[in-house]
């Protein structure tokens, strides 16, 4: 199993539209939370321009959701069926804000103060934040976007900052999957002292 020690984040540019996105490279996860191969292509870009910050992820595998969930709309719990997470760490102060996105498009996002621990009083809520989801019978893709002024995190300096990306995707039969190497016995995506540090890519140019 390799080991990672950064995490890709792209330079793009002020236009894109969210479903542009699909158009770059994405990367790659080859092996599940305890290192076994993975068994299917499971991908994610991460991404900013001068005003967004920018999620995406896709899976060839049956999207295993809950029906009750809808596009747009803000949910909680949605790590008990399919989704895919996204991570932020400031090195500083130990806060980090989590986002998650499920297949049909439902999404959420905390700060929290600590490990596991929610800081309500300084999260800021997004209002503008953009959603994208595509299911279709053994695949799905998912992506957000959110105004970079409206994280609960300083987004100003990307080298005070650390980041991650995890998963739970396969249905049922759940698979675990992290960017970062985190030691840890038993799944658990929040150990942020773990997280890997951003290494900023020009548009897939470099890739």
Excluded at 20 to 49: C, Q, T, V
Excluded at 132 to 141: D, G, H, L
Aim: hydrophobic share 40%; net charge negative.
């Amino acid at each position: 199993m390799s080991v990672k020690s950064f995490i890709p984040f792209y330079i793009l540019p002020k236009n894109i539209e969210i479903e542009g996105l699909f158009k770059l490279p994405f990367f790659h996860f080859e092996y599940d939370w305890f290192a076994e191969p993975l068994g299917m292509s499971a991908n994610f870009l991460i991404g900013r321009n001068t005003e967004k910050l920018y999620f995406a992820f896709m899976c060839t595998q049956k999207a295993f959701i809950n029906d009750n969930h809808q596009k747009n709309v803000y949910c909680e719990g949605l790590w008990k069926y399919d989704v895919a997470e996204f991570f932020i760490s400031d090195l500083k102060s130990g806060q980090y804000q989590e986002f998650n996105i499920s297949p049909n498009g439902s999404w959420w996002t905390m700060l929290f103060s600590e490990y596991r621990k929610e800081n309500h009083n300084n999260f800021i809520f997004p209002q503008k934040i953009e959603i994208f989801s595509n299911i279709s019978e053994n695949s799905w893709q998912a992506a957000l976007s959110i105004p970079t002024d409206q994280l609960s995190i300083d987004f100003s300096d990307l080298t005070k900052l650390t980041a991650n990306v995890c998963a739970i995707v396969n249905g049922r039969d759940r698979k675990y999957l992290s960017w970062a190497n985190i030691h840890s016995d038993k799944p658990d995506f929040h150990k942020h002292n773990s997280f890997l540090p951003i290494n900023l890519i020009n548009n897939g140019e470099d890739i």
